[in-house]
């Protein structure tokens, strides 16, 4: 059976309400925590007239999150925007092992150099492996342990089951972030406190799920929902769906990684029901 895919798009105006470096880390560590609960392939960080470096920002953070410890001092150098990485949830995902190497196991490891026997390969054990084909250097790619004992030996490999998400940021508007996706969404639902609320058109949601390869869940910010940012009636054709999923919120307003906690919640039932 074939695996179902799931992206979410965040804005970059999620950090604009606070000046905080510390707040601001915080917040997009609730949504990589998120992305990580249900399953989430790909998180998409689109610039909804945000600073651009407010995108870099999050897709750094982000992807700190979903590098393994043993290869986060190695890829991220110490920067100031990164100070406060300390506070961030851990994702505890299977690409972040806690226990002892096996033959069999799979791990994200950082390419260190090209030998003359292939690429030598930081995993995090006591001494580094070797892959035996000539691959890039300075790239963490995804592994398999093929030996384990005075030699580690590994092959290029990624495993079926869920092995964290991947970033993309970019400084397109919404729109284009969308149709910029290679491959793209088949299925695109859009998020909205004015959209009918989910229980309402429960049976057409299960539905187009049921029929979609891919779907692309997408997130307003706390200044400019979707129907503020997708306003031309073409664009709004490329959201096949709107739904509330936070029918009759106690708040007045609901935060973006709030909204994205809760809707994956949802569609984690649904993608999961038959």
């Given at each position: 059976?074939?695996?179902?895919?799931?992206?979410?798009?965040?804005?970059?105006?999620?950090?604009?309400?606070?000046?905080?470096?510390?707040?601001?880390?915080?917040?997009?560590?609730?949504?990589?925590?998120?992305?990580?609960?249900?399953?989430?392939?790909?998180?998409?960080?689109?610039?909804?007239?945000?600073?651009?470096?407010?995108?870099?920002?999050?897709?750094?953070?982000?992807?700190?999150?979903?590098?393994?410890?043993?290869?986060?001092?190695?890829?991220?150098?110490?920067?100031?925007?990164?100070?406060?990485v300390g506070i961030l949830p851990p994702l505890r995902t299977p690409h972040h092992p806690t226990g002892e190497l096996h033959e069999g196991d799979y791990r994200q490891g950082l390419t260190i150099k090209r030998t003359k026997k292939g690429t030598v390969v930081d995993i995090g054990a006591d001494k580094f492996a070797l892959c035996k084909e000539k691959l890039s250097v300075n790239k963490v790619?995804?592994?398999?342990?093929?030996?384990?004992?005075?030699?580690?030996?590994?092959?290029?490999?990624?495993?079926?089951?869920?092995?964290?998400?991947?970033?993309?940021?970019?400084?397109?508007?919404?729109?284009?972030?969308?149709?910029?996706?290679?491959?793209?969404?088949?299925?695109?639902?859009?998020?909205?406190?004015?959209?009918?609320?989910?229980?309402?058109?429960?049976?057409?949601?299960?539905?187009?799920?049921?029929?979609?390869?891919?779907?692309?869940?997408?997130?307003?910010?706390?200044?400019?929902?979707?129907?503020?940012?997708?306003?031309?009636?073409?664009?709004?054709?490329?959201?096949?769906?709107?739904?509330?999923?936070?029918?009759?919120?106690?708040?007045?307003?609901?935060?973006?990684?709030?909204?994205?906690?809760?809707?994956?919640?949802?569609?984690?039932?649904?993608?999961?029901?038959?």
């Open positions: 059976m074939e695996k179902k895919r799931l992206s979410i798009f965040v804005p970059a105006s999620i950090l604009s309400e606070t000046k905080d470096l510390r707040i601001k880390t915080y917040k997009i560590g609730l949504i990589g925590r998120s992305a990580a609960i249900f399953r989430a392939d790909r998180i998409v960080v689109y610039n909804d007239n945000s600073d651009e470096k407010e995108v870099k920002f999050i897709s750094d953070v982000l992807t700190y999150m979903n590098t393994p410890q043993y290869l986060r001092k190695k890829v991220f150098p110490i920067t100031r925007e990164l100070r406060n790619l995804s592994f398999k342990v093929i030996k384990l004992g005075k030699e580690i030996i590994l092959d290029p490999d990624v495993p079926d089951f869920y092995w964290g998400y991947k970033v993309l940021a970019t400084n397109k508007d919404l729109y284009n972030s969308i149709l910029m996706m290679k491959p793209g969404p088949d299925l695109v639902i859009g998020t909205s406190r004015y959209a009918p609320s989910i229980t309402s058109v429960l049976d057409e949601v299960k539905t187009k799920l049921k029929g979609s390869k891919h779907t692309a869940i997408l997130f307003g910010g706390p200044y400019s929902g979707l129907e503020e940012l997708i306003s031309d009636q073409n664009e709004k054709e490329i959201i096949d769906l709107e739904v509330n999923t936070v029918p009759e919120q106690g708040t007045k307003t609901v935060r973006t990684e709030e909204a994205v906690l809760a809707t994956l919640s949802v569609f984690n039932l649904l993608l999961n029901t038959d």
